[in-house]
């Protein structure tokens, strides 16, 4: 089944304990990105990769990292979270830009 | 920079009357436009979305939107809701240059019975 998975699906931590959202899509799509969603804010781009070692950064990537050395994953990292990293993650994939995006199912991460 | 306007962040409507939910845009470079739905507890699922030609896009369960370069707007249409149609709505632009997306707050559809 073509999908895009993230892992965990829910998370609690501290603040600057360091923690990863897994990222991984079965199509062979090029392009993936990370978004967060905030009540009131819809969805804001956090980063995108254009293909395997190529990313740029959304509209809020402060406090955020992410690597693309394969094409199949984008891991999102969040060094030393703090409580306004508190929020809904999604992670996206598309064919090329301009192709639709399927979204995974998201991460709700808490920060304390 | 880009931006994008839903100017409704809620719509209530009865059953089987039709509905528009706005969207407009910043500027009118190159652009491609999307509309995505998202059901609660869900992830979003694409719509329609308007990449060139034709400026009436349609979706497969009845919904339309019109790309109207001058007025830099993406307004999404149905001519009768359903109950399953309450969702919430996200109007989406990527700018051919940079390959960001940049997506509006966000329209709650809620169809009353």
């Known amino acids: 089944e073509a999908q895009v998975t993230q892992n965990p699906r829910y998370l609690i931590t501290v603040t600057g304990k360091k923690l990863t959202v897994t990222c991984s899509q079965n199509?062979?799509?090029?392009?993936m990105s990370w978004y967060r969603q905030d009540p009131g804010l819809g969805l804001r781009q956090i980063y995108y990769s254009m293909n395997v070692e190529v990313t740029d950064k959304g509209d809020v990537p402060e406090g955020y990292k992410v690597s693309r050395k394969e094409k199949r994953n984008f891991p999102l990292i969040l060094e030393s979270p703090s409580p306004n990293q508190t929020s809904l993650y999604f992670c996206a994939s598309s064919l090329f830009q301009g192709n639709e995006q399927f979204f995974g199912p998201g991460t709700r991460l808490t920060v304390l | 920079a880009q931006s994008v306007t839903q100017l409704d962040s809620q719509v209530p409507v009865f059953e089987e009357a039709p509905v528009e939910l706005r969207c407009n845009y910043s500027?009118?470079?190159?652009?491609?436009l999307f509309w995505y739905v998202q059901y609660p507890n869900q992830g979003l699922q694409l719509l329609l979305k308007y990449l060139s030609g034709s400026t009436l896009v349609e979706s497969i369960n009845g919904f339309e939107a019109e790309f109207n370069k001058s007025q830099t707007s993406f307004h999404l249409r149905k001519p009768s809701v359903h109950i399953s149609d309450t969702a919430e709505y996200f109007c989406a632009v990527s700018d051919t240059g940079t390959y960001k997306y940049i997506f509006g707050t966000g329209t709650r559809l809620k169809v009353l019975a």
């Open positions: 500027s009118s470079v190159s652009v491609y």
């Open positions: 199509m062979n799509h090029e392009y």
